[in-house]
């Protein structure tokens, strides 16, 4: 199969119904191949999204009065499947959803300094075994990789391996030989990152241990008083008799992460803290994944979406495009790469978007991505739950942020109201709750600035996800001025071919399409629904906008 289309793209000010009805109509995508490498990828805080069954809003006696958004806000699985359901994802181009972790966290809240704060993040693990009730149930989780299946998106846990959650009257701190407290890393060298802890009271969990260690009692305790320890001890012993694997901490943790590719059939996983830990620990971890998701495969044959691999991607704080495939600690490089991952998360790209022209950006990217990266990726983004310098804090340049983002090579990761202008500055707020506030599905349903925001970047996310060229393909310069440029991806008998533009002239644009489309070729321009046609290696679209999209017809 190929396909062929050519995309001009700038800046510019969409017009729409105030009544946010008017969205992008979409194609059918049932036929084009999915691409990690090129992913859209939409990163919601769980808790934060939608609320979908405002039963499950309180659990544990988690009734202290937390610092401004630093609570349960009520989001959960059910809401996701919701929009899911509605179209919401599908009309983003988005193939894939990355949901922060799931499992059950600690039961009290902790002050770190910005005021009482629950486990609404996720990233408090008491029990990785189950999912907290905040969040929803097993059966949510399987109707929603159900769901996102049925639509062709892909589903991304966030796992957490580093530590468990902070110590409370209601969560005890695990044994001794499961974690150290007390050393704050200091980031000086490898061993203070990877052996210590990252803030007081957050204990850390000693992956570099290979002993035996015992079941805490809690667990035991907890798991007998919900009728579930034989099960879960059988499948313990299970799991250590199949590897050989010591039953050491990482072992533990890396099993029960596992156990829901086996279970539920998600596609890919987002680790958390990564250089926080040896680098052994996640070559384990992606081995136990590709084990558990042929498992999956095997027991559900008419499910298999198509052969792609288990996927990863690590949170490596720091690490840039530029660093290729190491990470410098500073007395030692790291390849995180070579150690279990697909892809990692991009800290560098925001800069790169707001230091570069587009040129510049997207070569740079393709050169690093087709040369010292090849057959890798990275995971670009403009905002995100813990990054307190976004690239537009204020929220005044979404245009520019979406055409940058979406149009770059690599994989793109929305962050969730990236594309409806959620705030990122909430007065009252202290630290990273400012990132974190709930999505606005008001101002979709009743602000036309928010609405005309939204179309375009739900214009570029479908033609990001249905052309793999757009994220995985080869950039070329074809002109400076009008800016365009291609992207050819081939995989197998599978091309895309794909040309591009930015910042073009209103009204009348004569565009040249180098050796891309021979003459003749007919051409229909998605963004303004007009069709055209290869005429002396040029097409001409007159249109009101600087955005053109053309597909052959």
Same mark, same amino acid.
């Given at each position: ?73 009520g989001?959960?699985?059910?809401g ?5 359901e ?18 059950e ?7 770190e ?92 969990? !000693? ?50 992460l ?20 040896e ?12 084990y ?28 840039g ?7 410098d ?5 790291v ?6 991952? =697909? ?23 393709? =050169? ?13 983004y ?12 204020? !929220? ?49 349903? =009743? ?27 080869v ?11 291609? !992207? ?12 591009m ?14 050796d ?38």
């Open positions: 199969m190929k396909k062929y289309t050519f995309l001009f793209l700038s800046l510019v000010y969409l017009t729409m119904s105030c009544s946010g009805s008017k969205s992008v109509s979409m194609t059918d995508t049932s036929k084009i191949p999915f691409v990690w490498e090129g992913a859209n990828v939409y990163f919601l805080l769980t808790d934060r999204f939608y609320n979908g069954n405002p039963s499950n809003d309180v659990n544990f006696n988690r009734n202290k009065t937390p610092g401004k958004l630093r609570g349960f806000e989001g959960d699985i059910i996701i499947i919701q929009k899911i509605s179209g919401y994802f599908e009309q983003l181009g988005v193939n894939a959803i990355w949901l922060t972790p799931i499992v966290q600690i039961h009290d809240g902790v002050d300094g910005t005021g009482l704060s629950y486990g609404f993040h996720g990233y408090w693990a008491k029990d990785w075994t189950a999912l907290d009730p905040n969040f929803g149930t097993k059966e949510d989780l399987a109707k929603l990789v159900k769901k996102a299946h049925e639509k062709g998106i892909r589903v991304v846990l966030d796992g957490v391996i580093n530590h468990t959650g902070p110590v409370t009257p209601e969560d005890p701190v695990w044994p001794s030989d499961w974690v150290r407290t007390g050393v704050v890393c200091d980031y000086k060298s490898f061993e203070n990152t990877t052996m210590c802890t990252l803030v007081d009271n957050l204990p850390d969990v !000693r992956t570099e241990s290979t002993q035996n260690v015992e079941l805490p009692p809690f667990l035991i305790e907890k798991w007998k008083k919900e009728g579930r320890y034989e099960k879960e001890i059988a499948s313990l012993d299970e799991f250590f008799k199949r590897t050989g694997y010591p039953r050491s901490p990482k072992y533990y943790i890396i099993k029960w596992t156990d829901y590719i086996i279970e539920f059939g998600i596609d890919g996983y987002r680790a958390d803290t990564v250089k926080h830990t680098e052994v620990v996640w070559a384990d971890f992606k081995k136990e994944c590709d558990a998701f042929e498992t999956w495969k095997k027991h559900h044959p008419l499910e298999i979406l198509d052969q792609n691999p288990f996927y990863t991607i690590a949170e490596v704080y720091g690490y495009i530029s660093g290729g495939q190491d990470y600690f500073g007395d030692r490089k390849n995180y790469f070579q150690n279990g991952f =697909n892809s990692m998360i991009n800290f560098e790209f925001k800069w790169n978007a707001a230091q570069n022209d587009y040129e510049g950006l997207f070569s740079k990217y393709s =050169n690093h991505l087709n040369n010292d990266l090849k057959g890798y990726s990275v995971l670009n403009m905002s995100s739950h813990d990054d307190g310098q976004p690239f537009d804090p204020t !929220r005044i340049k979404a245009f520019e942020a979406g055409t940058k983002l979406l149009l770059s090579p690599g994989m793109s990761q929305v962050y969730y109201g990236d594309e409806s202008n959620r705030s990122l500055v909430i007065e009252g707020t202290n630290g990273d709750a400012t990132l974190r506030s709930n999505m606005n599905w008001a101002d979709i349903q =009743n602000n036309p600035e928010t609405q005309q925001t939204l179309l375009h970047w739900q214009k570029l996310g479908q033609f990001r996800r249905n052309h793999p060229a757009v994220g995985a393909g950039h070329k310069l074809i002109n400076p001025w009008p800016y365009t440029f291609s !992207r050819i991806f081939t995989k197998g008998a599978f091309t895309d071919k794909v040309i533009g930015v910042d073009l002239p209103k009204g009348r644009k004569e565009l040249p399409v180098g891309v489309f021979p003459n003749g070729t007919k051409l229909k321009d998605t963004y303004s629904n007009q069709n055209t046609e290869v005429i002396d290696g040029k097409v001409i679209i007159d249109s009101d906008f600087d955005i053109v999209l053309l597909e052959e017809i």
